[in-house]
């Protein structure tokens, strides 16, 4: 037979030890010549007009606590617990409570957090939650805790920079987390020296101990609803005042080719959505190496029709072709960083507009192949299937290294270069895991790793 879970009496007492290590519980008690009482409450998710105006206002207004009792009972919203279960569970979801006379009482004061949110602007949403975090911590608590209603999920404060002195808070569930990265991000961080700190992509540069990095190990997203995931998932979450972006970490390589979107899909559309992105990564490397690699050194591995082809669109080109590649992969940049840094209203359009004149004129005047423009194109769609910027940027990087690894030794550079890469992958660590976990072992939590050689292997 299974056993019954033991049921605890409702008691501020028990609540407030349950509780424990969350840094925006309030206890406060209220003294007044007529009694006193004591008044507990999460402030990132309730009202602090409604617990003014409503609870604190009143207390001191009434003649006796039993007059008090009287006003509670009769208060929209009020409820009784009967046990601590009900209690945490009413304290978790916005609700103030109130211990008076060795009674409990619970007021539903909670707080939705909507004038002040807005919808993401750099992940994209098809279906799913819309709403993104805010540059206000208590904002963007709230819509954490509003969607992980768990006693277990802790929050720690702390203040960073020695002249900027910003807000930062610690999220992780305590019974999933892995207790080692834990200690090792609070260690990073209570020894942190920096004067100023504004941005969340400052922090994650000073949490990396990797002088030489090429690919991010920690995620910084807009987005409460991947938060909220990885925090069930065991990771930690680090979030900062003045800035809407929070930190998820540990981070591996397959988590910067899901979408949000992936979870609502079915299963078989999920990955195979996924699985579309690893290949656009991999176009987005190989493509530009690889034709440089069988038009210069090794055109007699592909078929005869399509090497005549790449050799009469590059008749009139009076370069090598790793140079036309480098040409044109450098004007995609352009166009880019372009598209990213002009006004929204005009910024798509300027760009469109620029690359069909410059990608036409540049045929029409010989300086580089059809094949080419139609290769770059590939190449920048490909990459932009990158659901999170930080990867889209580190492959927008990468991609030189296989073009001039290919200039050089032709189809050998490509697949050095390419077991270089997987050699380097395998090697890396985030934060104690093995960062290469690879595509088919989603299905492997990552609560899997926290016990038993989680930072060795």
Excluded at 143 to 171: D, F
Excluded at 388 to 405: D, E, H, P, W
Excluded at 439 to 454: E, L, P, T, V
Aim: glycine share 6%.
């Amino acid at each position: 037979m299974s056993e019954q879970p033991q049921k605890h009496a409702a008691s501020l007492e028990w609540i407030t030890g349950k509780l424990e290590n969350i840094a925006d519980l309030e206890d406060k008690q209220l003294l007044a010549p007529t009694g006193d009482a004591r008044l507990v409450f999460i402030k990132s998710i309730t009202d602090s007009v409604k617990i003014s105006h409503g609870i604190i206002a009143p207390f001191y207004e009434m003649e006796d606590n039993e007059a008090y009792k009287d006003y509670i009972r009769t208060y929209p919203g009020s409820e009784e617990a009967t046990t601590g279960e009900r209690a945490l569970e009413l304290l978790l979801s916005g609700y103030a409570a109130v211990g008076i006379l060795d009674q409990l009482y619970f007021f539903d004061v909670l707080h939705a957090e909507n004038s002040a949110v807005s919808e993401t602007i750099t992940e994209s949403v098809t279906q799913g939650p819309s709403d993104g975090f805010t540059e206000n911590l208590a904002v963007n608590l709230n819509m954490v805790r509003r969607r992980y209603q768990s006693s277990q999920l802790k929050m720690e404060s702390m203040l960073i920079g020695n002249l900027s002195r910003t807000k930062m808070a610690i999220l992780y569930d305590e019974s999933r987390v892995n207790h080692d990265v834990l200690a090792e991000v609070k260690e990073k961080l209570q020894t942190l020296r920096v004067d100023i700190l504004q941005a969340t992509g400052e922090l994650e540069k000073y949490l990396s101990s990797d002088k030489l990095r090429i690919f991010p190990k920690t995620i910084v997203t807009e987005r409460p609803d991947r938060v909220v995931f990885n925090l069930s998932e065991g990771k930690v979450a680090l979030m900062m005042d003045t800035t809407g972006y929070a930190i998820v970490l540990p981070s591996i390589f397959n988590d910067f080719f899901t979408a949000m979107d992936d979870k609502i899909q079915f299963p078989f559309v999920g990955r195979f959505l996924k699985l579309l992105r690893v290949i656009g990564v991999a176009m987005t490397l190989w493509l530009p190496a690889l034709y440089v690699a069988f038009t210069s050194y090794n055109p007699e591995i592909i078929r005869v029709q399509i090497a005549l082809l790449v050799a009469g669109s590059r008749a009139t080109v009076p370069y090598p072709s790793f140079v036309e590649v480098l040409i044109m992969l450098i004007m995609m940049e352009f166009l880019t960083e372009a598209s990213i840094r002009l006004p929204r209203a005009i910024g798509p359009t300027a760009t469109t507009v620029g690359g069909l004149i410059l990608g036409q004129a540049a045929t029409q005047a010989g300086l580089v192949g059809n094949i080419m423009i139609i290769l770059v194109s590939a190449v920048a769609i490909s990459n932009f299937l990158i659901p999170l910027n930080m990867m889209s940027f580190s492959v927008r990087v990468l991609k030189y290294f296989f073009v001039i690894a290919a200039a050089f030794l032709g189809l050998v550079g490509v697949v050095s270069c390419l077991v270089g890469l997987m050699i380097y992958l395998c090697s890396q660590r985030s934060f104690g895991q093995p960062y290469f976990r690879l595509f088919f072992m989603d299905n492997i939590s990552f609560r899997k790793f926290k016990k038993g050689g989680g930072t060795d292997g």
